[in-house]
């Protein structure tokens, strides 16, 4: 028996940040319902990484999400 990997659909959310006190839990609030698989916030370089699994959901939509974190700017996905 063997087993294949199956590679699954993931997006990429990278944005600049300029305030950090509380910003991953408000962040984790509003991802609640999506498929999060890294959450990552690099103080050094001041941005934010987030990384979605699966497909079905507007990209655009969750990118709009993260925009309205106070302290979050520029998001973009991939």
């Known amino acids: 028996m063997s087993l294949l990997a199956v590679e699954r659909t993931t997006t990429v959310f990278t944005a600049q940040v300029v ?3 509380g910003m991953l839990a408000r962040i984790a609030v509003l991802l609640n319902p999506y498929d999060v698989r890294e959450l990552a916030l690099s103080l050094d370089q001041g941005e934010l990484r987030v990384v979605v699994e ?4 507007d990209a655009g939509r969750v990118g709009a999400r993260l925009a309205k974190v106070i ?3 520029d998001v973009t996905y991939s």
């Open 19 to 21: 305030e950090v006190e």
């Open 71 to 73: 302290g979050v700017l």
């Open 54 to 57: 699966g497909n079905g959901f």
